[in-house]
């Protein structure tokens, strides 16, 4: 069983940047892949970018590759997603996910654990 809780939203200029956090419970958050998704009121999720355990393998969505970074701490059970750059289309509720593999952590049927979610907001 793996708890996740995000952190780090919040309102921000385009062109800026925010940093937010998941923090996992559990003793074995180091055998999980780790991804986040976001999603605007009306439509389905999204896959945003994924990090397999050991941090070796990252995917992004297209739409963010070159600005947002994902990483990873097994020390502090933490994930974490650096978006630079942000666009006013970035504006989402951000949404932290793990599953067993990046293959699985990629798509919404694959994720095996949600966080609650918190909300980024790109002012143009």
């Known amino acids: 069983q793996v708890q996740l809780v995000e952190s780090g939203g919040g309102l921000v200029q385009a062109g800026g940047s925010l940093r937010l956090s998941c923090a996992a419970s559990?003793?074995?958050?180091?055998?999980?892949?780790m991804g986040w998704f976001r999603q605007v009121p009306g439509k389905e999720r999204e896959f945003v970018a994924a990090i397999s355990w050991s941090g070796g393998t990252t995917r992004y969505t297209d739409s963010v590759k070159g600005r947002f970074t994902i990483s990873r701490d097994n020390a502090k059970n933490t994930v974490y997603l650096q978006m630079n750059s942000l666009k006013p289309e970035d504006t989402a509720i951000y949404y932290c996910?793990?599953?067993?593999?990046?293959?699985?952590?990629?798509?919404?049927?694959?994720?095996?654990?949600w966080g609650q979610g918190t909300q980024v907001t790109v002012a143009s």
């Open positions: 996910a793990a599953s067993e593999s990046v293959a699985a952590v990629t798509t919404l049927k694959g994720v095996g654990y």
């Open positions: 559990g003793r074995t958050f180091g055998s999980y892949a």
